[in-house]
């Protein structure tokens, strides 16, 4: 994507990186992944990407557009934690540690979510180096996603729409990750069928996005220990060309950049 003439936005802060101590030597989970790929990236910025940074996490009242009460009470049970992290070792850890270790970041990440996509509307392409929680429903979190950052973006959007008094933007998903987004399938399939196009194709006539959301699993790519694919960096960075190629004046592209321990990898298919 670095060889593009167009600009493109990228963003991140520091505090994405969960700082998860004994975690990443029981999980093959890197905790501290979203730094590394900034640190690959960063020799590789240029006059065609600007930089944009979280100020704060997202708060409970921004999260009550999908998420419930229950949900939100539910991200200081121990029960919850441990299921969603698929780690037993949350268990002896206290609320308030898990709080500013690992739901804080994860909120950072959310907000960042919030921030890149109304970039994408706006500049026409932008990256999150962190979100994606593709396995998060609006009422369930699951497989290490804790907010349903992806159905709260378009929400959001939507909300803007509104406001404004515009038509709702239309949206495509894709999403390349190793494991299935069935977080924000859940939320869409409950939407009206007016607001429902499942399986359209971009090429139909009836259906041409305002924004395209990728979420760029490379943990498809050989080598990343939870993927177990066997997916080239060449085909996938091929992949990514692809969808942005179907970028027009009118479609905006959006990415996450996802994978569990593929910092060079993510990097080298951002550039």
């Given at each position: 994507?670095?060889?593009?003439?167009?600009?493109?936005?990228?963003?991140?802060?520091?505090?994405?990186?969960?700082?998860?101590?004994?975690?990443?030597?029981?999980?093959?989970?890197?905790?501290?992944?979203?730094?590394?790929?900034?640190?690959?990236?960063?020799?590789?910025?240029?006059?065609?990407?600007?930089?944009?940074?979280?100020?704060?996490?997202?708060?409970?009242?921004?999260?009550?557009?999908?998420?419930?009460?229950?949900?939100i009470?539910?991200?200081?049970?121990?029960?919850?934690?441990?299921?969603?992290?698929?780690?037993?070792?949350?268990?002896f850890w206290?609320?308030?540690?898990?709080?500013?270790?690992?739901?804080?970041?994860?909120?950072?990440?959310?907000?960042?979510?919030?921030?890149?996509?109304?970039?994408?509307?706006?500049?026409?392409?932008?990256?999150?180096?962190?979100?994606?929680?593709?396995?998060?429903?609006?009422?369930?979190?699951?497989?290490?996603?804790?907010?349903?950052?992806?159905?709260?973006?378009?929400?959001?959007?939507?909300?803007?729409?509104?406001?404004?008094?515009?038509?709702?933007?239309?949206?495509?998903?894709?999403?390349?990750?190793?494991?299935?987004?069935?977080?924000?399938?859940?939320?869409?399939?409950?939407?009206?069928?007016?607001?429902?196009?499942?399986?359209?194709?971009?090429?139909?006539?009836g259906?041409?996005?305002?924004?395209?959301?990728?979420?760029?699993?490379s943990?498809?790519?050989?080598?990343?220990?939870?993927?177990?694919?066997?997916?080239?960096?060449?085909?996938?960075?091929?992949?990514d060309?692809?969808?942005?190629?179907?970028?027009?004046?009118?479609?905006?592209?959006?990415?996450?950049?996802?994978?569990?321990?593929?910092?060079?990898?993510?990097?080298?298919?951002?550039?």
């Amino acid at each position: 994507m670095g060889h593009m003439n167009k600009l493109l936005c990228i963003v991140f802060t520091s505090e994405y990186d969960l700082h998860c101590g004994p975690f990443k030597w029981i999980h093959p989970f890197d905790t501290s992944k979203w730094g590394r790929i900034a640190r690959e990236i960063d020799q590789f910025f240029d006059e065609n990407i600007l930089c944009f940074r979280p100020r704060k996490p997202i708060t409970d009242a921004q999260l009550r557009l999908v998420h419930s009460e229950n949900f939100i009470r539910g991200l200081k049970s121990h029960r919850v934690i441990v299921g969603t992290s698929e780690s037993i070792l949350f268990y002896f850890w206290p609320i308030s540690l898990i709080e500013r270790v690992v739901i804080e970041p994860l909120r950072y990440q959310t907000c960042g979510t919030i921030m890149a996509a109304l970039l994408a509307l706006r500049f026409g392409s932008a990256v999150n180096l962190g979100g994606g929680f593709h396995h998060c429903s609006a009422d369930r979190s699951q497989g290490f996603c804790f907010f349903a950052d992806i159905y709260l973006m378009i929400r959001k959007i939507w909300s803007i729409c509104v406001k404004k008094k515009k038509a709702l933007a239309k949206v495509m998903i894709v999403d390349c990750d190793a494991h299935q987004g069935n977080g924000y399938a859940q939320d869409v399939l409950q939407l009206e069928p007016s607001y429902n196009h499942l399986g359209a194709s971009f090429d139909d006539d009836g259906f041409k996005p305002d924004l395209i959301i990728f979420n760029a699993g490379s943990d498809i790519i050989s080598g990343d220990r939870l993927g177990r694919l066997n997916i080239s960096t060449k085909v996938r960075k091929l992949s990514d060309s692809n969808v942005f190629e179907k970028q027009t004046m009118n479609t905006k592209t959006f990415l996450f950049a996802k994978g569990f321990d593929s910092k060079r990898r993510i990097g080298f298919s951002i550039r």
